[in-house]
């Protein structure tokens, strides 16, 4: 799986966009773009992927430029219960072998009033 | 109700304890995860089943060993439980159809303190 680079920190004021981008410069054609949030000691939780067009579900927005080599995740309205650790993952589907999941060290989104 | 459940959400044993953790799932998935997740470390697979006849190693399986009961449990034994497998254990599932095929989905976790 290709590797991945995002900001370890990051601050939004509530109520705003938090934008979180994400490199992966060395994605290959079969690799989504998956995004996972990690509340503080809560189970992983799933938000979005996609391949290589923008994405939207109720819960955000991902934006994938056209070369694929970096992403943003789009949080349209953040609120203090968005407070967590975003991880940006890339990985190819059914690979027949073990489909884990490699979490880097993320961005830690901390919403403020 | 979740769609993932662990139990026990804690638990304080002793070394030398074997301990067993439990998942159910009620999304109707045939692939089961467990990781286990340190400080400053991430997650890391443990063992994974692909179905009731699939059980594969992950990347850290010594000390561990697992029984997918039913499609919907999996069950994380620990053999005889030392200090280093203090950690906090993650099941997880994911489907293979679907536009969220493999997607996984994740437990509360189980907070495991070993003495």
């Known amino acids: 799986d290709a590797k991945t680079t995002q900001p370890p920190s990051m601050d939004c004021a509530e109520g705003r966009a938090a934008n979180l981008p994400c490199n992966h410069s060395t994605i290959s054609g079969n690799e989504y773009v998956y995004w996972y949030r990690q509340i503080h000691s809560q189970g992983p939780q799933y938000i979005i992927h996609g391949l290589k067009n923008n994405e939207t579900n109720e819960m955000a927005s991902l934006i994938i430029t056209e070369d694929r080599k970096s992403s943003t995740l789009i949080l349209p309205h953040a609120t203090l219960r968005d407070t967590a650790v975003y991880y940006c993952?890339?990985?190819?589907?059914?690979?027949?072998?073990?489909?884990?999941?490699?979490f880097g060290t993320g961005t830690r989104l901390q919403v403020t009033l | 109700d979740a769609d993932v459940t662990q139990t026990p959400r804690n638990r304080i044993t002793k070394t030398g304890k074997r301990i067993m953790l439990e998942c159910s799932q009620t999304?109707?998935?045939?692939?089961m995860y467990w990781y286990r997740q340190d400080p400053g470390l991430g997650l890391r697979l443990i063992y994974y089943?692909?179905?009731?006849?699939?059980?594969n190693k992950g990347e850290i399986s010594d000390g561990y060993s697992v029984s997918r009961q039913a499609q919907a449990k999996f069950s994380l034994s620990l053999e005889s439980a030392i200090p280093n497998q203090t950690a906090l254990y993650f099941c997880a599932t994911s489907g293979t159809s679907g536009t969220l095929v493999d997607t996984q989905y994740f437990g509360p976790g189980t907070r495991l303190t070993v003495l």
């Open positions: 089943s692909f179905d009731v006849k699939d059980i």
């Open positions: 993952i890339v990985r190819a589907l059914n690979t027949g072998t073990a489909s884990k999941l490699t």
């Open positions: 999304k109707g998935h045939d692939r």
